[in-house]
């Protein structure tokens, strides 16, 4: 099926360690976001993509870094895992600048615990 | 900068019990006003999107209206599959990305 890919689904890591979050979409869209879902505070943007080869600085950007080397990919990575970036991590798409009728495409989110 | 915020955080109501979930936002340019739904351990759903005042869609019990300063998201006679995390978002101006809400908790008891 069409849609967002998110791998992995859950990862448990120590301080200090480093990981690569991967997101892949099959609907050829343009835009793709990082965001975090922490309880309370709702989803906040990290990083975003307005095309292939290009990143942005979103809200919460401290700590993490991202790469868009293929339309499809978009790879979130922590280089030193903090407790404070325990959180659900969501990646989405979107086709148009203006989000269009059907807004983003969700993927299923990855749930990282830091210890 | 771009604000949404939605009441109430939580809500409860019983199968059958009509009710509206409210999202307040202070944009400059709206460009469109997006609802979604969360089911726990899962990403957003895309409900709605509503573009200018006075419209409004349904789909199945919902029903999403727009003003220039707030959304409603009508649910009416609920069932218990209705319970779930709303979230609303906005996009405005220039901006790539939307603002999301904080969200609402719907619990439908049977």
């Known amino acids: 099926n069409a849609g967002v890919t998110q791998t992995p689904k859950f990862r448990v890591l120590k301080t200090g360690q480093s990981m690569t979050l991967l997101c892949a979409q099959d609907?050829?869209?343009?835009?793709m976001y990082w965001y975090r879902q922490d309880p309370g505070m709702g989803l906040r943007l990290i990083h975003y993509?307005?095309?292939?080869?290009?990143?942005a600085k979103g809200e919460v950007p401290d700590g993490y870094n991202v790469s868009r080397l293929k339309k499809q990919n978009f790879l979130l990575g922590l280089e030193s895992a903090a407790p404070s970036q325990t959180s659900v991590y969501f990646c989405?798409?979107?086709?148009?600048?203006?989000?269009?009728?059907?807004?983003?495409?969700f993927g299923s989110g990855t749930r990282l615990t830091v210890v | 900068e771009d604000q949404v915020t939605q009441s109430p955080e939580a809500l409860r109501l019983q199968e059958g019990e009509s009710s509206s979930l409210n999202c307040s936002y202070t944009v400059s340019g709206l460009r469109g006003l997006f609802w979604y739904r969360q089911d726990p351990g899962k990403g957003p759903e895309f409900l709605f999107t509503l573009y200018s005042a006075g419209e409004e869609k349904e789909k199945e019990r919902l029903k999403a209206t727009l003003t220039k300063k707030e959304s409603f998201l009508h649910i009416t006679a609920p069932k218990p599959e209705d319970s779930a995390t709303y979230l609303c978002?906005?996009?405005?101006?220039?901006?790539?990305?939307?603002?999301f809400g904080k969200g609402t908790l719907l619990t439908v008891n049977p």
């Open positions: 609907m050829n869209h343009e835009y």
């Open positions: 993509s307005v095309g292939e080869g290009t990143t």
């Open positions: 989405a798409s979107s086709g148009t600048k203006g989000q269009g009728d059907y807004g983003y495409t």
């Open positions: 978002a906005v996009h405005s101006g220039s901006n790539y990305k939307l603002t």
